[in-house]
C-alpha cells in the first residue's frame, strides 16, 4: 500500500526554523511532483510550495517565498521543506501529496497520495 509519512513538525518561536520531511514507501518519487499544502484552523487548504521531478523546477505561495525552501533526495525517496523565518500565520496542518500531473502540483485536486499531516504551530 502506498504510504507518505510526513515529519518535523513542532512549536517554534517566532523568527526559528524547521524542517519537515515527506517521506514515501512503496512507491517511488521520481515520477511525481511533491507538493506541500497547509491548512490553519478555519481556512481553506493551500498549496504552499511544490517541486516537479521532470526539471526540477519548483513553486512558492508568495506567502512563503524567500523564506521556503523545498528540496528533494531521490536516493533517500524524500522531499524537504525548510521553513525559516516563521510567523504566527504560518501556524497549520502541513501536508504533503504525490501529484502526478506535474504542471499542477500546487493544486490539491490533483494530487494522487496524501500524507497525514504534521502540526507546526509558531507562537511565543
Known amino acids: 500500500q502506498v504510504q507518505i509519512v510526513e515529519s518535523g513538525g513542532g512549536l517554534v518561536q517566532p523568527g526559528g526554523s524547521l524542517r519537515l520531511s515527506c517521506a514515501a514507501s512503496r512507491f517511488t518519487l521520481d515520477y511525481y511532483a511533491i507538493g506541500w499544502f497547509r491548512q490553519a484552523p478555519g481556512k481553506e487548504r493551500e498549496g504552499v510550495s511544490c517541486i516537479r521531478s521532470v526539471d526540477g523546477s519548483t513553486y512558492y505561495a508568495d506567502s512563503v517565498k524567500g523564506r521556503f525552501t523545498i528540496s528533494r533526495d531521490n536516493a533517500k525517496n524524500t522531499v524537504y521543506l525548510q521553513m525559516n523565518s516563521l510567523k504566527p500565520e504560518d501556524t497549520a496542518i502541513y501536508y504533503c501529496?504525490?501529484?502526478?500531473?506535474?504542471?499542477?502540483?500546487?493544486?490539491?485536486?490533483?494530487?494522487?497520495?496524501w500524507g497525514q499531516g504534521t502540526q507546526v504551530t509558531v507562537s511565543s
Open positions: 501529496a504525490a501529484v502526478g500531473v506535474q504542471a499542477m502540483c500546487a493544486h490539491e485536486s490533483m494530487a494522487d497520495f
